[in-house]
């Protein structure tokens, strides 16, 4: 928890220079602004976020950033769909932050990949013409899962947390820290994209 005493005020200046260095391109994403910052008391996502989200909007135009929202919304509908063409067998949830409709340059959008293997998957997206896919690893409650980096050619970021087809897999639960998390099939987070178009209009 941030303190809410004389430190706010260097954690919003600490919040407003990772912010940037993502909004600059220095950094990939939030992880990685926060990784740079060094020693000293860390800035929540939320407050990087917050100042990143005005950057953009001050910088476009808020209109801008509404059609770059909805962009990057239908840009992870179309990746999940090609994910589903590809392995038709596996179930593929949207979660966290992304299952709520939020996508943007913080960070990866991010969902499980339950019932297929990792090297699988990595290798049909690639033969697909993606990038080549990354792959690194999670510890879980359900043990060490590996997840597939995937961005297309638009340099969205979608990571793939890929698991075994059992109960837990489905559930709205965190399966690092068990706490509770959104968790939403395609048809659902169509939804949802829908009513950002609408809204951005």
Same mark, same amino acid.
């Given at each position: ?23 600059? $391109? ?102 697909? $013409?993606?990038?080549?896919? $990354? ?18 050619? $638009? ?47």
């Amino acid at each position: 928890m941030e303190p809410s005493n004389s430190n706010t005020d260097d954690l919003d200046t600490r919040a407003q220079h990772a912010a940037r260095m993502v909004f600059d $391109g220095a950094v990939v994403d939030i992880n990685g602004a926060l990784a740079k910052l060094g020693d000293g008391l860390l800035p929540t996502h939320a407050r990087v976020r917050r100042h990143l989200q005005a950057m953009q909007q001050a910088s476009n135009g808020l209109g801008q950033w509404w059609r770059d929202r909805l962009a990057a919304l239908e840009a992870i509908v179309e990746l999940v769909q090609t994910v589903q063409y590809l392995v038709p067998d596996a179930t593929v949830l949207l979660t966290g932050r992304t299952a709520q409709g939020h996508v943007d340059a913080s960070a990866p959008a991010s969902a499980r990949v339950i019932g297929v293997g990792a090297p699988e998957l990595a290798d049909v997206l690639e033969q697909h $013409g993606l990038h080549p896919p $990354g792959v690194a690893s999670l510890s879980t409650s359900l043990g060490v899962m590996p997840i597939v980096q995937v961005e297309d050619r $638009g340099g969205h970021a979608i990571d793939l947390l890929v698991l075994p087809d059992t109960p837990a897999a489905h559930e709205a639960v965190n399966l690092v820290d068990g706490a509770r998390v959104s968790v939403l099939g395609l048809d659902r987070f169509c939804e949802i994209v829908e009513a950002a178009n609408i809204e951005s209009r």
